[in-house]
């Protein structure tokens, strides 16, 4: 009974995986959707417009500006003004580009941590790959 219980919701769950898979239209939207239910297994591949290309990497800087300057800092390296008042140092973003896939900075920003606020539902997904994509620009020294 037990195993009959379990190999029926095993089939659900592999069916609905499946199904999840042939709606989505593109690789980006397969990766959205494993994100949102924390089925990551590797770096999720990125279509055209997630590229990092100059426009999405300016894109990403004023958002920068406007919502992570104020504890990042100006060159993003934990030291913005509002630093001072957290119990935690915000992360130099600065040494973390060189170290960490594209796909952590999207869920972290995503979901927050620690003190950090998740943006999630404040910031588009193309908001969020932009700031990934500008952060990761800081690595080569821009």
């Not at 989505?24 to 055209?48: C, Q, W």
């Not at 993003?76 to 935690?88: F, H, I, M, Q, V």
């Not at 992360?91 to 950090?116: C, T, V, W, Y």
Request: hydrophobic share 35%; glycine share 8%; with cysteine.
């Amino acid at each position: 009974m037990k195993k009959s219980i379990f190999a029926a919701i095993g089939t659900l769950i592999l069916v609905g995986c499946v199904s999840q898979k042939k709606e989505a239209e593109t690789e980006y939207d397969l990766t959205m959707s494993n994100i949102k239910h924390g089925l990551i297994f590797g770096p999720p591949v990125r279509t055209r417009m997630m590229t990092r290309d100059m426009s999405s990497v300016k894109r990403g800087e004023a958002v920068f500006k406007r919502r992570c300057e104020i504890c990042h800092g100006v060159r993003a390296e934990g030291n913005g003004a509002a630093s001072r008042s957290l119990k935690t140092n915000p992360a130099n973003l600065r040494k973390l580009a060189k170290q960490f896939p594209d796909h952590h900075f999207f869920i972290q920003i995503s979901k927050g941590r620690g003190e950090m606020p998740n943006w999630e539902n404040l910031l588009s997904d193309r908001d969020l790959w932009d700031l990934t994509n500008y952060i990761q620009s800081l690595a080569r020294g821009n």
